[in-house]
């Protein structure tokens, strides 16, 4: 069974200052892997997702992860926070049922961003 | 676009009541999901349906129906409202076919369900 883990559900930060979210999955295929974002009351929409080949993957809103096979790792990044980026984030993991591909979600990791 | 529309937003029950949760999708998608989002958990799995008339149980399944009424529309229905039912639900969908294993789900807004 896949699984996702993301270390810390409060990560704060200040404006300006680095923001780096955590994500390690377990799988025993190499896996779809993708960032969500969940702002209060509404859905979650795509960050970004991986591409088989690819090591660092670029979403929308300056954010960027990182696959690290050897780490089973996924972690996101962006240089620089803005207070629009207080949010939830979850990181996922797709089902090898070729035809299911139903999501497994870490718990979430908030963010909040200080003035 | 509206994408994946879920109705309604709200909605207070009283334990042992009915209702039924509504979703529908533009984005001609053939693969429907319903999740509910829980304090700490992330999203669960509660149903799942790969085209028109099938339908399959994920993590979670006890207590809840499904129907996938068409491509666009599948909705999620609680027989006999329990308080343990008081959750976030989300309605998602995903392109198929092809080389998709990486195509994202879409998710509409949720609909928030408190069961007094």
């Known amino acids: 069974a896949q699984s996702v883990t993301q270390l810390g559900s409060h990560v704060s930060v200040s404006e300006g200052a680095l923001v780096l979210l955590r994500c390690n999955y377990s799988s025993s295929v190499p896996p779809y892997l993708f960032w969500y974002v969940q702002y209060p009351n509404q859905g979650l929409q795509l960050l970004l997702k991986?591409?088989?080949?690819?090591?660092l993957v670029k979403g929308i809103n300056g954010f960027e992860a990182e696959f690290k096979k050897s780490e089973t790792s996924f972690h996101l990044t962006k240089p620089s926070a803005h207070m629009s980026d207080a949010a939830e984030y979850f990181c996922?993991?797709?089902?090898?049922?070729?035809?299911?591909?139903?999501?497994?979600f870490g718990s979430g990791t908030r963010l909040q961003v200080q003035p | 676009n509206a994408g994946v529309t879920q109705t309604p937003k709200f909605q207070v029950l009283k334990t042992g009541q009915s209702m039924t949760l509504q979703c529908a999708q533009d984005?001609?998608?053939?693969?429907m999901y319903w999740y509910r989002q829980d304090p700490g958990m992330g999203l669960r799995l509660i149903y799942y349906s790969a085209s028109e008339g099938t339908t399959d149980k994920g993590e979670v399944p006890n207590g809840y129906n499904v129907s996938r009424l068409n491509k666009r529309e599948f909705s999620l229905r609680l027989e006999s409202a329990a308080p343990s039912q008081t959750s976030v639900y989300f309605c998602a969908s995903r392109k198929t076919g092809g080389n998709s294993g990486n195509q994202p789900q879409h998710f509409g807004d949720g609909t928030r369900l408190s069961i007094l």
């Open positions: 984005m001609n998608h053939n693969s």
């Open positions: 996922a993991v797709s089902s090898m049922d070729t035809g299911r591909r139903a999501l497994t």
């Open positions: 991986y591409t088989t080949g690819a090591t």
